[in-house]
């Protein structure tokens, strides 16, 4: 989003394999310690706001710049359908498949086939709705779109082939080949590319968490 509305950003890595998700610093931007998190120093009133959750961030940059977030009443209630969608459905259930898949300390079919399939489940839908669309909320490239088609990127992880989904298939290569898509999925941070979450270490930071109440 931060490309294709060519917004000045830079990049603040937080090593969540080593824990840097609990500082004090980022629990003040991100209660619930979790990437991404924005800080627009230009916020409203000119002053700073910080904001997580990403499809709140999605929203926050639509309003901001008026882009990929249409105003119009009809239009931009389909936008939401489908930003809440992801948020609710689709990167949770990948993110489960994608944990049992890869991994998780030993095989559990059932946790791999209930998570599989919801999420072949929910291509599924993906593919019919753009059957008759080019993209998520009708003719326009938006913030759903934007925050969906990381996730289709990991189809393969999650166990889904994009060969099953032709429409879904259509759609994703239309983004990605987006320069401002190309540009995005290009970044590549060092932190992130080291995270090993087999690693014993990584695993008692990311796995089991529990309440904290400080
Ligand atoms: N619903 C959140 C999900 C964010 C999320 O799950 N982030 C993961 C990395 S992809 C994270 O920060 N994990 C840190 C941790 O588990 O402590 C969003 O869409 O922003």
């Known amino acids: 989003m931060l490309e294709e509305c060519a917004l000045p950003y830079v990049v603040r890595p937080v090593d969540i394999s080593k824990g840097e998700q609990f500082g004090k610093q980022f629990l003040a931007i991100s209660p619930n310690n979790r990437i991404p998190a924005i800080v627009d120093p230009e916020g409203p009133g000119g002053r700073p706001v910080a904001v997580f959750e990403s499809g709140a961030i999605l929203q926050y ?17 389909a936008v939401e359908e489908w930003l809440f969608w992801q948020m609710a459905g689709l990167g949770p259930m990948a993110g489960q498949a994608i944990h049992f898949r890869r991994y998780a300390p030993a095989p559990i079919d059932y946790a791999i086939a209930r998570y599989s399939d919801e999420v072949n489940r929910l291509f599924g839908v993906m593919n019919v709705r753009l059957a008759t669309r080019a993209f998520l909320a009708g003719r326009s490239y938006s913030i759903a779109d934007i925050a969906c088609v990381g996730w289709v990127r990991m189809a393969e992880r999650a166990g889904q082939d994009l060969a099953e989904f032709p429409n879904l298939e259509r759609w994703f290569e239309t983004i990605r080949a987006r320069p401002a898509v190309e540009r995005a999925f290009a970044i590549r941070i060092a932190a992130a590319s080291a995270v090993d979450p087999r690693d014993p270490k990584v695993r008692a930071v990311l796995f089991g968490q529990r309440a904290r109440n400080s």
């Open 61 to 77: 940059l639509g309003r901001k710049t008026g882009k990929f977030y249409p105003r119009e009443e009809r239009a931009r209630v």
